[in-house]
């Protein structure tokens, strides 16, 4: 009796672990993690690899998934069947750029100042707009398998699409083969996702037990300001777009792209990272598979409003420093700059902060000092990194879902957008 009574409990614990919530198993993780940090810092160092390995799962299979998926959904699509990924580029843009305004007002009210005497790294920032558009033309040229191998998404997409629509032409044991081929990637995203509790352990544990937050002290202020705007971006602006878009209560979706895509986000510190987490969640929402296959990666790359938050506080704190104005004419061109700026932010983290030489150019701040600047979102990059691309990376899920269920209603009539 005592025999199967342990053989029930082992039976429930594995069947929590494949198929319990994986919300409650991040936060036990997260729970867990911190616990060993506090008690034990040394083997949380250690279980770092744990972390590592997790996101580094993600990333390897994120290329390939976005590769298959795409490819397969042009490849499949039906003649005439509609898709929505024009009013989600919309919704990105508007959401980046109105992220960039909501940053521009933060800094104003709650102008900070920065401490400017730090060495700094050798780095390349882009020298102006062209430059960075410049690399997104490059990008979408890149050589299809260098594309894949480093992350190049933009590339990626390129290649996925055109290989999508010239396999529409194929016979159909062909479609039905790259097909299958997308679903036996997806399965093995599935798994690496259920790996996340695992993971966020790791990432949690080694990070709190190697940094801390000291260093965080001395830019308490800027840091503040920082996580304000995006908090209003995720909150206030990201939810009036969304209800513009349903015409309903936006929050509960709001909520559940927080809960579920924000918080991996925010310990992978990786918008390309966190595409699978992203599509599998538009699967579990039912949402059109040709529709979110492309925009899920296409959000990756190009809908950064947490970047474009970052790229405006730490520009105009190191105006801010050194004593000059801003006037309104002005500051609307650094939000439309800034908001170019983070599309062309790389989905790694500290993507967007070798973006800030860039807007910090418009005002005629040397490289030296902007790279400085670059030191100091460093410093605070242990939270303001995370934050960005939790905000980055729901959002994708969030404007996917809004177009997707605007569609919907939209078919089944103009009453259902009341309801």
Known sequence: MEKQQRGFEQFTLVKFIVQGSLVTQIIIGLIAGILLAWIMPSVAQSVG???TLFVGALKAVAPVLVWVLVMSSIANH????K???????????????????VAVIGSMLFPSTLTLATSTSQMSPPDNIVEVLKGVLLNIVANPIDAILNGNYIGILAWSIGLGIALRHAKESTKSLVHDLSEAVTLVVRFVIRLAPLGIFGLVASTIATTGFEALVGYTQLLVVLLACMAVVALVVNPLIVYWKIRRNPYPLVFDCLRESGVTAFFTRSSAANIPVNMAMCRRMNLDEDTYSVSIPLGATINMAG??????VLTLAAVNTLGMTVDIPTAILLSVVSAIAACGASGVAGGS???IPLACSMFGISNELAMQVVAVGLIIGVVQDSVETALNSSTDVLFTAAACQAEAAKKQGPESLAD
């Open 49 to 51: 690899l744990l972390g």
């Open 78 to 81: 039906k003649q005439g069947q």
């Open 83 to 101: 898709t929505n990924i024009r009013p989600i580029v919309i919704l990105y843009i508007v959401g980046t750029f109105l992220a960039a305004v």
């Open 307 to 312: 970047a474009a938050v970052t790229i405006t």
């Open 353 to 355: 902060l070798l973006l």
